[in-house]
Structure formats: structure tokens, C-alpha cells
């Protein structure tokens, strides 16, 4: 992500306007538009200045990536090899997962905030999901603490077992 998305998404996130967010990082409101329309690059120095004012921190996590895993039969399934992070809003909202995922029971919403409904998601996901679908609706903390409770073929289990128990050198992003 680029320091003018990221600008952009803070100020909006914050509700702010151009002039509002310039005025409390001490710059001009045309320098914060050359900066979010990417015609000028701010320092990280003055992006963290920016950000800050907007209410929110600029932070460093851990690049998600997946690898393939053969099982038994079927398709191969992909693991993460950092367990992904969510915002509270989105690990705890209400759901309805795309038909790809959930095409016998379809319409059907989810409240993440219901352990048995977390965990029904979870398990869904973790059989017939991708990798967005991964970074969508599994956060890493909640994972780890259903683990022993989702009926989860043995394979797939198998796959994810290392990353989930931190055994593969793995953390949560």
C-alpha cells in the first residue's frame, strides 16, 4: 500500500476533511492533497505526523503469505504461514459467507460474537475457503482458541496443526 492510499483511508476513516486533517498535522491543505493524490511523497516521518492526527498509528505486521498443502484426496488446500489478525469489528460482525463457501445453507448470517457460530464459520472456511476468504473471516487469537473444538476433517487438521500451535516457528500477524 502506497503513503497516499494510506493517507487517504486514515483521513476518511477519521471522518476528516482535507483542510481539518491538515490543519491538525501542521501542514497545508494543498500539500495534503499533493500527498494523497500521490504528486508529492511524504517523508514516513511526516505520513506518521498525518496518520497520528487522524487518530491512528502507522504499524508494521508481518506479511501474510500461503502455501499450498497437498491432503489425501481433492484439491490442495492453502495455509497461512503467519495466522491473520482482524479488527475487532470484523471478527466479531455478522456474516454472511459468498455461496462458494456455504452454497447448502445459503442466505444464512452469522454472528461471530456466538462461539458456536464462530466456530461453524471457521470450519467452513477452513474446509472450502481461500486464501481471501482466510484473511476475510479467520482471525488468528479466535482460531487458536476454538482449535480443539471444530470438526475439522483429518487432513485439513494435519495442514493447519503447525501453524495454529505455533510449532511451524509461526506467530499471528
Avoid: C
Avoid at 492453502?78 to 475487532?88: D, G, K
Avoid at 464459520?121 to 484473511?135: H, K, N, T
Avoid at 482471525?139 to 470438526?151: A, T, Y
Wanted: aromatic share 6%; glycine share 6%.
Amino acid at each position: 500500500m502506497d503513503a497516499a492510499t494510506i493517507l487517504q483511508q486514515a483521513r476518511r476513516a477519521a471522518g476528516l476533511s482535507q483542510a481539518a486533517l491538515a490543519a491538525a498535522a501542521g501542514t497545508s491543505r494543498p500539500t495534503l492533497s499533493a500527498y494523497e493524490h500521490g504528486r508529492k511523497s511524504p517523508t514516513l516521518q511526516t505520513a506518521a505526523r498525518i496518520v497520528a492526527a487522524a487518530g491512528f498509528e502507522l504499524t508494521v505486521t508481518p506479511r501474510i503469505e500461503f502455501r499450498e498443502v497437498a491432503v489425501d484426496r481433492g484439491r490442495p488446500i492453502l495455509v497461512p504461514t503467519v495466522l491473520p489478525r482482524l479488527p475487532v469489528e470484523r471478527a466479531l460482525a455478522v456474516v454472511e459467507l459468498p455461496l462458494h463457501l456455504n452454497w447448502s445453507d445459503r442466505g444464512r448470517r452469522f454472528d461471530l460474537r456466538n462461539r458456536r457460530q464462530r466456530a461453524r464459520v471457521y470450519e467452513i472456511v477452513l474446509r472450502e475457503g481461500g486464501s481471501d476468504d482466510v484473511a476475510s473471516y479467520i482471525d488468528g487469537v479466535l482460531l487458536v482458541d476454538l482449535w480443539d473444538e471444530l470438526v475439522l476433517p483429518r487432513a485439513i487438521r494435519s495442514a493447519w496443526q503447525g501453524v495454529v500451535t505455533g510449532a511451524s516457528g509461526s506467530r499471528v500477524a
